[in-house]
């Protein structure tokens, strides 16, 4: 085995240890373990397996390349079972508060710029998933920017959204007194009317 192809085998460690983590961490986030990663990690072992076994440097080349695409597939796999999964939470709260956007955008300032970052991570997924799903490895280092940019998105979102609840609750009390006072009023202003008539007929 030769310098470089005993890097590249130390490099395929470095890369398994990084999917191992990521499979981990998504897991927590997404209460879902990554199957597709499980599966990619499972063949890294076996190509590494039989890249020892190799004496030829040619196929022992293959074993290495092989074994190094399964491990960036096992990264982009984990990356995308994170993505999708908080694509879905962020529209769920998109639609639970669509009819208090007003709110929404006074505690979160960045919200329409936020919901661009995450249509490109949504659009970035579906071009993977549609075009390029066999060749996915090679896509396994710019699907990280947007993990981490739906996290960052995520974990505000639900820090603001308790804030969110009670200025919808505030707003709700407010729009129950001003309702209260307009009734108030148009009553009060129908009765005047009322007497104001009545007035009128017993003095003619």
Known sequence: ????????????????DKAEDKVKEVEFLAQEISIPSINELRYVGYHLA???????????????????????????????????????????????YLPHSDIVLKSIPSYTEDLVSVDKAAGFIAEIKGEHRKNR?????????FYLTLKETLHKFNIAEALIKQSIIKKSEEDRVETRRFVISSLLTFLAIVVAIILAIVVA
Do not use: W
């Open 137 to 145: 490895d090679v896509y396994y280092e710019e699907c990280a920017p």
């Open 50 to 96: 039989r890249s020892f076994c190799e004496e030829d440097k040619d196929k022992l080349d293959t074993q290495i390349d092989k074994a190094t695409r399964h491990c960036k597939r096992a990264i982009y796999d984990a990356h995308e079972i994170g993505i999708i999964f908080m694509l879905e939470q962020i529209k769920i709260f998109k639609e639970r």
């Open 1 to 16: 085995m030769t310098p470089e192809q005993k890097e590249s085998i130390a490099n395929i460690v470095s890369l398994f």
